[in-house]
């Protein structure tokens, strides 16, 4: 476990219906959470948190709240996408009383932003919830660059940050989920440049056995020396970035130039 921050998961502690949860079995992970001091942000996911009751979910962010280092509190949820009508008025004044907190949504295609789900996004992000999206790279779902574009263009109009593009897990019965990780990569290459930065997420591989998130990136350095970093760019177009020269006299600023031979 990192030190900055305790993912409380239902699902590594094998809960059964969190419903059943009483406030007195929650007690044990409330207490190791004001023991440690070092946690200060506490991430509610596994199961699906806001499946819970409104009650149960008040109770628990409060309880969370009164615990004086946590300073953010992260719900990971489908249900956004998956019943969004369960995004009441009545639950979104309840979050609303816990900030900072943050909402982890999970969408894989853009027709999955219903109308329905874009009202439900809406009216989290009313109550000042900042909202971001997890999705996982599906083949023949979603692992072609224009459905990947129009999902996180379609995410960013409905007020959600996409977060996390994922490579599937290597789990029995996903294989024929499975695509390549060039196939993120082109995802990636395609996006940058092209479309809003802010609909760009980060892509990674989450490493097995709690390794934590690695991110992979298309390569646009083609030299770093102590004098010059060659890069190039979205399209292509090589440009030359001169690092700082230490031991010389105070010169003119240059311009970050292209080279002219592509
Ligand atoms: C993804 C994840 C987190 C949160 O990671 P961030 O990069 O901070 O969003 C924490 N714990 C586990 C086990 C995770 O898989």
Redesign the pocket.
């Known amino acids: 476990m990192?030190a900055s921050?305790c993912?409380f998961?239902t699902r590594r502690r094998k809960v059964g219906d969190p419903n059943k949860i009483s406030m007195r079995e929650l007690e044990s992970a409330f207490r190791y959470l004001e023991e440690h001091t070092e946690v200060r942000?506490v991430?509610l996911s596994g199961g699906d948190p806001l499946l819970l009751s409104d009650r149960r979910i008040d109770e628990i962010c409060r309880r969370l709240r009164a615990i004086g280092h946590i300073e953010i509190i992260?719900i990971g949820s489908r249900v956004p996408c998956h019943l969004p009508e369960r995004i009441t008025p009545a639950l979104c004044a309840i979050l609303k009383q816990y900030h900072p907190l943050y909402i982890?949504t999970h969408f894989n295609h853009p027709d999955e932003l219903t109308p329905a789900a874009v009202d439900a996004l809406g009216r989290l992000a009313d109550v000042g919830i900042p909202l971001g999206c997890q999705t996982v790279l599906l083949k023949g779902v979603n692992d072609d660059t224009e459905v990947m574009k129009r999902l996180m263009q379609r995410l960013l109009a409905a007020r959600v940050r996409p977060?996390?593009i994922y490579m599937c897990d290597q789990v029995a019965g996903a294989e024929h989920f499975r695509t390549t990780v060039e196939k993120g990569l082109e995802i990636i290459r395609a996006l940058r440049g092209w479309t809003s930065g802010l609909a760009v997420p980060h892509f990674v591989i989450?490493a097995p056995g709690?390794g934590?998130?690695i991110p992979l990136l298309p390569e646009y350095v083609e030299s770093i020396t102590d004098d010059a970093v060659v890069l190039r760019n979205y399209a292509g177009q090589r440009y030359v970035y001169r690092q700082p020269q230490p031991d010389t006299a105070p010169q003119a600023p240059t311009e970050f130039e292209p080279v002219l031979a592509g």
């Open positions: 990192g921050y993912r998961c942000d991430i992260r982890n977060y996390y989450d709690g934590g998130k």
